[in-house]
């Protein structure tokens, strides 16, 4: 089975712009969580889509929204980006949500914020 | 709020060395805690453990669970330079929770 993909790998934007990032889970997985990664906050938790429906969400502004698709691909969008989102973005699928399921990361997409 | 912290930061240990990194939580609805491995790419799963006391092993690498003191332990042995990384401990509840991480540098 091919691995999560996530898409671009790497991105650069100016602050006040806005950024949509892609996941593809892995085949037959339904749930896809995203996550926020910087050296200071180490990994924390966005939110979690589950079969088109967001099931969890963390501590994050409304800036950061995301979807997910009928094919459970899911995309992750930032509005009126701030310096303080650069960040490694990383998604990880699984095939239910479970805690009792692995959950697998994708490459993640780093994101700078000029 | 959910919490996980991992002791220490970072440690510097000589190849062959055995190693133990550290993960305390407070969580509710505890379901399970995970160990990944960070290089300098996604994490990379380790164990997951939900009963206290039942030691995971693969290789050199083990961990185990104490859910009354509300901790885990991940042990290395015989150190190598490929295990130098980023090691996350992870509490699942309604969602999963990261520590901070160890980085664990193995000098030759």
């Known amino acids: 089975k091919a691995g999560v993909t996530q898409t671009p790998r790497y991105l650069i934007k100016t602050r006040g712009q806005q950024v949509t990032l892609s996941c593809s889970p892995i085949?037959?997985?339904?749930?896809v969580s995203w996550y926020q990664q910087t050296p200071g906050q180490g990994l924390q938790f966005l939110f979690e889509y589950f079969s088109e429906t967001q099931r969890n969400k963390g501590n994050f502004p409304g800036r950061f929204s995301g979807r997910q698709f009928s094919n459970s691909r899911s995309e992750m969008n930032v509005s009126t980006l701030e310096l303080g989102d650069s960040a490694l973005y990383l998604c990880?699928?699984?095939?239910?949500?479970?805690?009792?399921?692995?959950?697998?990361f994708g490459p993640g997409t780093r994101l700078l914020v000029l | 709020e959910d919490k996980v912290v991992q002791s220490p930061l970072s440690l510097v240990v000589h190849e062959g060395d055995t190693v133990t990194l550290n993960c305390s939580y407070e969580v509710t609805n505890f379901r399970s805690l995970l160990w990944y491995k960070q290089e300098k790419k996604a994490p990379t799963f380790l164990f997951m453990l939900t009963s206290s006391g039942i030691e995971k092993k693969s290789g050199r690498l083990s961990s185990i669970l104490d859910k009354k003191e509300l901790f885990s332990i991940l042990n290395i042995t015989a150190t190598q330079t490929g295990d130098s990384a980023i090691y996350l401990c992870?509490?699942?509840?309604?969602?999963?929770?990261f520590g901070t991480g160890t980085r664990l540098t193995i000098i030759p």
């Open positions: 992870a509490v699942t509840s309604e969602k999963l929770t």
């Open positions: 085949s037959g997985h339904r749930s």
């Open positions: 990880a699928s699984q095939a239910e949500g479970l805690a009792s399921e692995t959950q697998y």
